[in-house]
């Protein structure tokens, strides 16, 4: 599978995102500039990320009520 660059979104619910290299988590309220894309090794999983070290891992059935997209691109785009 290959790696489909991320795309810009922003939270619809308040999220807590892991801290990579560390035990810590942080907070972000809804409505928060993120970007998203298909976990390459879980496709069942999207990775969303709000900067390069702390990240959500979100069931793709779950998805729609977490986040909406911001790029432009249609529904369902898969570039």
Known sequence: M?????RKA????ALT???IGSNDFVQFKAGTI???QRN???PGLFVIWFS?????????KELPE???FTDGKPEGWQG
């Open 52 to 60: 390069q070290n702390k990240i959500v891992q979100v069931p793709a």
């Open 66 to 68: 977490t986040i909406e």
């Open 17 to 19: 995102a892991k801290v």
């Open 40 to 42: 390459p090794s879980q």
């Open 2 to 6: 290959s790696y489909a660059a991320p």
């Open 34 to 36: 993120c970007r998203a």
């Open 10 to 13: 922003k939270t619809i619910k």
